[in-house]
């Protein structure tokens, strides 16, 4: 199961640590939902899920002070005895003592940001949405093209990153070559980001290593990218019958979310970054409402339509 370390996302929203006597290096995060303890501060407490990241807001921080003390005192035990990860005081809002110290002897950390609650909670979700997501490794190369994220897949030495290549000096950007890491970060998009070790890198048989941000600049390449199309290169098989007409989709699952596929033959004299390119504005225009292929089917209806009434008459 994939988790996040509570550092990591202390660094990520910028968070001022309220109870730096505790060791935190080892807390770490398993879920991307948050909890606003609203309920809790009643003294509600069935299904309270404590894995999650509590957050206070204005409206829980003024509950928690009109309560009286012995109150306050029977409230933040009870919750606090729970293993919540982090408490997080949203808009710069700062525990009173009694709370502080109780959260001293269960070792609960308490962070404070700047932040109003909706937005951090927003950013937190997010964020921790695709570092929690679950996650596979596609051998392949993901290229954004005109806002599209094209993953091209096929054998090895088929031409995958020389298709790349030419796609970047056309003035698109690499993803990632060789390895692409997909992450489920919701029930239709997912998200293709490259390991650490060889971002912005490509293999090129024949050259080697060529460094793209280094070599045509901060422009080339991207951190993350929605994989929108994926265009499968294969050999030409002359026996073999290719869809010519574009009628109906073919799909290709990943983690449960399907994804239009596309496949290529390869012939020598194809240019495949053309080819491409093509496939990634044709997908945007059926994602806006135009299809060509439907509009060619219903010239052709339209036309055998007159015919049939030119031959009646």
Wanted: proline share 3%.
């Amino acid at each position: 199961m994939a988790t996040v370390k509570l550092t990591a996302l202390m660094e990520k929203m910028k968070m001022e640590n309220l109870t730096p006597e505790l060791d935190i290096s080892k807390i770490k995060i398993t879920m991307p939902d948050i909890n606003r303890p609203a309920l809790q501060m009643t003294g509600y407490f069935e299904h309270f899920d404590e894995t999650r990241i509590q957050v206070i807001g204005f409206v829980e921080y003024t509950y928690m002070q009109s309560l009286s003390d012995e109150r306050k005192k029977e409230i933040y035990t009870q919750l606090l005895s729970y293993h919540i990860p982090a408490i997080v005081f949203c808009r710069e809002l700062q525990p009173d003592e009694l709370f502080h110290s109780i959260a001293l002897e269960h070792g609960v950390p308490l962070f404070q940001t700047k932040k109003s609650t909706s937005s951090f909670m927003a950013e937190t979700i997010r964020w921790l949405n695709v570092k929690l997501a679950p996650c596979i490794s596609v051998h392949g190369v993901l290229v954004d093209v005109y806002g599209e994220g094209v993953l091209i897949t096929g054998e090895s030495g088929i031409g995958k990153s020389e298709a790349a290549l030419e796609l970047i000096k056309r003035g698109h950007r690499l993803v990632t070559d060789d390895v692409v890491e997909i992450r489920k970060v919701s029930e239709d998009t997912l998200i293709g980001t490259a390991p650490d070790i060889t971002k912005h890198f490509i293999e090129l048989r024949g050259i080697g290593i060529v460094d793209v941000k280094a070599l045509f600049g901060a422009s080339s390449v991207r951190e993350t990218q929605n994989i929108d199309l994926v265009i499968k290169l294969e050999d030409w098989d002359k026996d073999k019958e290719y869809d010519r007409l574009g009628l109906e989709e073919e799909y290709i699952e990943y983690l449960g979310n399907k994804v239009v596929c596309h496949s290529i033959p390869i012939r020598p004299g194809r240019n495949l970054a053309i080819i491409c390119e093509s496939a990634a504005v044709n997908h945007r225009q059926k994602k806006m409402g135009y299809n060509a292929a439907q509009e060619l089917y219903k010239r052709v209806q339209a036309n055998l339509a007159k015919r049939r009434e030119e031959d009646d008459d």
